[in-house]
């Protein structure tokens, strides 16, 4: 049973350590049902890496495979994350794709055929995603036009802009320094005998920021007398995922070291998370996405919010866009053809809900990594595309069952 905290402890200004220490369930079953959206993806990531690393041998989960996954599907992730802000505001972005190839075009014409630094590419690839942003942010929250007409109408236009841009053909190579983005790696900062040690650290500063984070919002929950694990389970909970972390950084340092784009993945969560969870902007995105009249009534400026949620978009659209020209050595005129179906799939499959007001960031790469781990493990057994497609479509469809789900079980419960 939950323990209810005595009067004396339960502290209106903030909840003590004694408190945190000694408040909480053991019931497992309970916690897990309690939030059974959030819970759940995490349960099926977990069980998603242990099929495939059976049926592939343990090959899935060798150091060069797992930096091979992080590299293959980082700008993906990335596109999950402004993805997942758009969706929780009620919105959708077709477009994203087509801006990852017109930003990578950009970029490519500057520093191939141009000569310019590869620094300047990147710059300019930056501005043209946060011009495209405030472009299509201005369609849809000033004008009025829903965000499936503006993007759909951006998927064509970029795309044909890419192809302007381009000449129809593609442009290649990158200099060095531009493709250290993508495929670059920091290893022997601090030595190691036969394992990068940079890397180790990196990924234990990693499991201590979780452990102290998830400790204060452990504290935070209690103070508003909101369900809480009992601390042993806590820290089980936080040793079990330090294992987790201090594993995946072995394998790492037991390969090439720490990619330059972990570190730029790993960076944007953080401040994403931070923006969400913790700032008046997160905030006013879930009030819109939960109930916009509601959010107009308390004051929230939701012409400027929806407004700048694109031009964040575009952005970090522009980001995976200069990740991918980075990884792929130039630009193409196909260049991320159907990105966007992968980045909406991440945040549904995520924990976001279609209609809006629901999801988080880390939810939404959990999302895209449970993608990552099924295409890369199902490219290692042989599985043909169309079936790999195929499977995609299906845990996408289950996904979103799954929310509905878990709305109607709310519905009933109240």
Not at 16 to 44: C, D, F, K, M, P
Not at 47 to 71: M, Q, Y
Request: proline content about 3%; cysteine-free; glycine content about 12%.
């Amino acid at each position: 049973m939950t323990r209810t905290a005595p009067p004396e402890e339960q502290a209106p200004e903030g909840a003590t350590t004694s408190v945190a220490l000694h408040t909480g369930t053991s019931n497992v079953r309970e916690l897990l049902t309690s939030n059974l959206r959030q819970s759940g993806i995490y349960v099926a990531f977990v069980a998603i890496v242990a099929l495939f690393a059976i049926l592939t041998g343990g090959v899935s989960l060798s150091p060069i495979n797992i930096t091979n996954i992080i590299l293959q599907y980082s700008y993906i992730l990335v596109l999950a994350i402004g993805m997942v802000i758009v969706i929780i505001a009620g919105h959708i972005d077709l477009s994203v794709g087509s801006v990852v190839a017109l930003t990578g075009a950009v970029s490519a014409v500057l520093v191939i055929q141009q000569g310019l630094p590869w620094w300047a590419g990147v710059l300019a690839a930056l501005a043209t995603g946060l011009v495209i942003g405030a472009w299509q942010g201005f369609w849809v929250a000033y004008v009025g036009i829903p965000a499936f007409i503006v993007t759909l109408a951006g998927m064509l236009l970029f795309r044909g802009l890419t192809q302007q841009v381009l000449g129809n053909i593609s442009l290649s190579p990158f200099p060095a320094e531009y493709q250290v983005v993508a495929t670059g790696f920091l290893n022997g900062l601090f030595g190691g005998p036969g394992y990068d040690v940079f890397t180790l650290v990196i990924g234990a500063f990693g499991v201590a920021g979780y452990a102290v984070s998830g400790f204060r919002t452990r504290l935070a929950r209690i103070t508003y007398q909101q369900p809480v694990e009992s601390f042993p389970l806590f820290v089980t909970r936080v040793a079990l995922v330090g294992l987790v972390v201090m594993y995946f950084a072995w394998q790492l340092a037991n390969a090439r070291g720490l990619p330059v784009v972990l570190i730029i993945l790993g960076a944007l969560v953080l401040i994403y998370g931070v923006v969400t969870r913790r700032s008046v902007f997160g905030r006013q995105v879930y009030a819109i996405g939960g109930n916009r009249s509601a959010a107009i009534l308390s004051g929230v400026k939701v012409r400027t919010v929806n407004f700048w949620i694109f031009v964040n978009m575009g952005v970090l659209a522009a980001v995976a866009g200069i990740i991918f020209s980075s990884r792929s050595n130039g630009a193409q005129p196909s260049a991320g053809n159907m990105f966007e179906l992968d980045a909406i799939a991440a945040a549904f499959i995520g924990g976001a809900a279609v209609t809006g007001g629901v999801g988080t960031v880390v939810g939404a790469v959990v999302g895209g990594l449970i993608m990552a781990v099924m295409s890369n493990g199902m490219q290692l057994m042989g599985i043909e595309q169309p079936i790999q497609s195929a499977v995609k479509g299906i845990v996408l469809l289950l996904a979103v069952a799954f929310d509905i789900y878990n709305k109607r079980r709310a519905g009933a419960a109240r």
